[in-house]
């Protein structure tokens, strides 16, 4: 072979071995780029543990593996009663049940109260007929309230086909959660500061057995009916505990007989901590579609004791203190998992498809989209049929508690045809929801009272659903912007979750 020759075929070599590996390296870099989760989204979200993330091969495996939508064999449930436990993202579970309930025209067991604590009406006043008002279609669906978890008045209200809900949140976060939002430390004087740590060094020296959600010695068990004197008992035995002595045996068997009974007779109990697989253990058991459980985070604030790092032997103490609450969360954590662990792989799986799909839903209905053009279309997955998110279905995701409540009195009152509570009052003359409501509805009178709940766009979507209203109107309303959702001075309104 001549020099030239040679020369020419290696640079020839040379040159096409190159070309391969750029070829090479930016096909992976591309892939690398299509298989990224999608970005952050601008919407408060609290941190919520995953606890196995997805890896990249999974993620593929069940993205091209089953594609089509194989229904469950089983239809839609509509019956239930949520046990709604203080601090403990409740709320949120709350406005999931309320968009069900009025979407599906249900009949929810509705305080007789108007006002903006009316939330805690049955909790702070017991469940008992002149508390709620009469069924609308002479039957009850849900009750979604807070109350005070009682196994037979929920049956007698419901029926035995209900399906019976709870949340429980780890212990320590509960409690910081609640000092947040109820600003324990200058209602229990605390002046140090770390008032947490200063609480926790000693907290009977400052909580003196308050009731209600203000309380700190196991809150969600008196939520889910532990009566109060077994809490006191429970406290003073451990009140008398020398340091390293173990549970007196009879406080433990106490807190075991009341784990177990709400063990038989609760259907599902939901662990904040782990919201979403919480959510889709709650879609199994109510054989609902994945777009009933989207949600938008409710009440969720950044607050500075959030990452306190807490120090082991205060965490004994506050063990001591909350002992009823750190058994059954305990429990059900460990419940919660084995049951995860029994439903594999499926499970996980379709955890992971809900909060890919959630995260697209968030980021389509956050209010920075400009003007929310345009719906998003879902594809379909083994879990979830095709469907499309309208800008009305944004609009009811961030409906605002007060205004479900004031939609559904008001639609319980016109089923039963009784006289709406017509408050003549100047505000009506000023009130635009009036002003389209007599346009449109043939009465209107409860239409001061939706006008004070819900924001004029809140109201616009109503009619829309209730076919007053047609899309083309609803979407070109000019009021459309100018009330972007609720703020979360809205949700403090009533001092509850
Ligand atoms: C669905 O369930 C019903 C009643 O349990 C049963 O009769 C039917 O065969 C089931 N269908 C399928 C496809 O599994
Ligand atoms: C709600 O249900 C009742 C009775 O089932 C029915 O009469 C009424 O028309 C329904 N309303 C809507 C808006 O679907
Ligand atoms: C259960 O119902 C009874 C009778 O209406 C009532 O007196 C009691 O307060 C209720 N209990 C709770 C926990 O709501
Ligand atoms: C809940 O249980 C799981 C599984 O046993 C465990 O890994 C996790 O640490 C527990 N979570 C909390 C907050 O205790």
Same mark, same amino acid.
């Given at each position: ?269 939901? /662990? ?20 009933? /459980? ?204």
């Amino acid at each position: 072979m001549r020099p030239p020759v040679c020369l020419f075929k290696a640079i020839l070599g040379l040159a096409v071995f190159t070309a391969v590996v750029i070829t090479a390296v930016s096909l992976f870099t591309a892939r690398l780029e299509t298989s990224r989760r999608p970005v952050a989204v601008q919407v408060q979200l609290r941190e919520i543990p995953t606890v196995r993330p997805p890896s990249r091969e999974q993620q593929r495996v069940f993205e091209k593996d089953t594609i089509k939508f194989s229904p469950p064999n089983c239809t839609a449930r509509t019956k239930l009663a949520l046990t709604k436990t203080h601090k403990t993202g409740g709320t949120t579970l709350m406005q999931i049940f309320h968009r069900f309930a009025y979407l599906h025209n249900l009949s929810v067991v509705l305080p007789t109260a108007t006002h903006p604590g009316r939330m805690n009406l049955f909790y702070l006043k017991g469940l008992t007929p002149q508390n709620y008002l009469p069924p609308q279609h002479g039957r009850y669906d849900m009750l979604i309230y807070h109350t005070k978890y009682h196994k037979d008045n929920y049956t007698k209200l419901l029926g035995k086909e209900a399906k019976f809900i709870t949340i429980l949140r780890e212990p320590l976060s509960h409690l910081k959660s609640q000092f947040n939002f109820f600003n324990l430390a200058e209602k229990f004087k605390l002046t140090g500061q770390q008032p947490l740590f200063q609480f926790l060094q000693n907290p009977g020296l400052y909580d003196h057995g308050r009731t209600g959600s203000h309380g700190t010695r196991s809150p969600m068990s008196k939520d889910l009916g532990m009566p109060r004197t077994t809490l006191e008992d429970i406290g003073k035995k451990m009140e008398t505990l020398k340091p390293g002595e173990p549970v007196k045996a009879e406080v433990l068997a106490t807190i075991h007989s009341f784990v177990a009974r709400i063990s038989k007779e609760m259907d599902l109990v939901m /662990i904040t901590d782990y919201y979403d697989e919480s959510l889709v253990m709650l879609k199994r058991l109510m054989c609902w579609e994945l777009r009933d /459980i989207l949600y938008f985070k409710m009440l969720s604030f950044s607050y500075e004791s959030k990452g306190d790092n807490i120090p082991p032997w205060l965490v004994e103490k506050h063990r001591k203190w909350d002992i009823v609450d750190y058994h059954l969360y305990e429990h059900f954590n460990r419940t919660f998992w084995q049951k995860a662990y029994q439903l594999g792989e499926d499970f996980r799986a379709e955890t992971d498809n809900f909060k890919d799909i959630h995260l697209q839903v968030l980021k389509h209905c956050t209010v920075d989209n400009p003007r929310n053009k345009g719906v998003l279309v879902i594809s379909e997955s083994r879990w979830n049929p095709s469907f499309t998110v309208t800008y009305e279905f944004c609009t009811l995701l961030k409906y605002g508690q007060l205004c479900y409540m004031s939609l559904l009195y008001d639609r319980n009152l016109r089923s039963r045809r009784k006289p709406n509570p017509g408050l003549k009052s100047k505000l009506k003359e000023h009130s635009p929801h009036c002003a389209l409501c007599e346009r449109l509805v043939p009465d209107c009178t409860m239409c001061v009272k939706i006008s004070q709940d819900c924001t004029l766009n809140e109201y616009i979507t109503h009619l829309f659903f209730e076919k007053q209203l047609s899309h083309f109107d609803s979407s070109l309303s000019k009021n459309r912007r100018t009330i972007n959702g609720q703020s979360q001075e809205e949700f403090n309104a009533d001092g509850s979750s």
